[in-house]
């Protein structure tokens, strides 16, 4: 895995670094609702492709799973501000 790292210019390398920071940044800055969705957009980064098989939790196992991702916001992010905006999917 990542063998083709072996063949590229410096430049080359650079510029991946700079698209990987850049997608890592633009995930890192989601907020409010976007917290709570997966990011494709970032896996695809990734040189290999293979078709994402995902399991999703039943409803009652899936909203204890944002509950518990909220507390953790609430545990590590204490400071963070809170808004009251309503998802407009």
Do not use: N
Request: charged share 30%; glycine share 4%.
């Amino acid at each position: 895995m990542d063998d083709e790292l072996e063949g590229l210019s410096r430049e080359q390398l650079v510029a991946e670094v700079r698209r990987l920071r850049d997608a890592i940044r633009t995930h890192r800055d989601a907020s409010g609702h976007a917290l709570c969705w997966h990011h494709p957009d970032l896996w695809a980064l990734l040189p290999e492709r293979t078709a994402a098989v995902l399991e999703v939790p039943a409803w009652p196992q899936f909203m204890l799973g944002c509950i518990r991702y909220r507390q953790s916001l609430d545990e590590q992010l204490p400071a963070a501000k809170r808004v009251d905006v309503e998802f407009k999917g």
